[in-house]
C-alpha cells in the first residue's frame, strides 16, 4: 500500500502564502500523476492542480497565477505553493496519488488524510 502524509497547512492572513507538502511511501513501483484538491465547507471536493510524471501541470481557474505545483521524483513528493492567499481559498486541501505498487499490479488513486488551509480576511 502507499501511504501520504501531508503537511505545511495553518493559518494565513489574505495576501500571503503558504506551502504544501505531501510525502508518498510504502510500497511503490512507480507514481504517475499526483495532485492536490480541496474541499471547502459545505462544498464538494473540487480538483485544484495536478502535474504528471513528465512535470506536465493543470490548473484549476481559480488558482491560476497563484499556486504552483511541483514535485521531487527523488522524494516522492509533490508540494503545493500557494501565493496571494484569499478567503475563498480555505479549504481541508487533500493529496491524491496515481500510483502502482509493484509491475504486475494495476494503478491507484491513494489520498492523504488532508491538511486545513484558513485564510482570513
Known amino acids: 500500500q502507499v501511504q501520504l502524509v501531508e503537511s505545511g497547512g495553518g493559518l494565513v492572513q489574505a495576501g500571503g502564502s503558504l506551502r504544501l507538502s505531501c510525502a508518498a511511501s510504502?510500497?511503490?513501483?512507480?507514481?504517475?500523476?499526483m495532485g492536490w484538491y480541496r474541499q471547502a465547507p459545505e462544498k464538494q471536493r473540487e480538483l485544484v492542480a495536478t502535474?504528471?510524471?513528465?512535470?506536465?501541470?493543470t490548473y484549476v481557474d481559480s488558482v491560476k497565477g497563484r499556486f504552483t505545483i511541483s514535485r521531487d521524483n527523488a522524494k516522492n513528493t509533490v508540494y503545493l505553493q500557494m501565493n496571494s492567499l484569499k478567503p475563498e481559498d480555505t479549504a481541508v486541501y487533500y493529496c491524491n496519488v496515481n500510483a502502482r505498487i509493484s509491475s504486475a499490479w494495476y494503478d491507484m488513486h491513494y489520498w492523504g488524510k488532508g491538511t486545513l488551509v484558513t485564510v482570513s480576511s
Open positions: 510504502g510500497k511503490i513501483f512507480r507514481i504517475n500523476a
Open positions: 502535474i504528471s510524471s513528465s512535470g506536465s501541470t
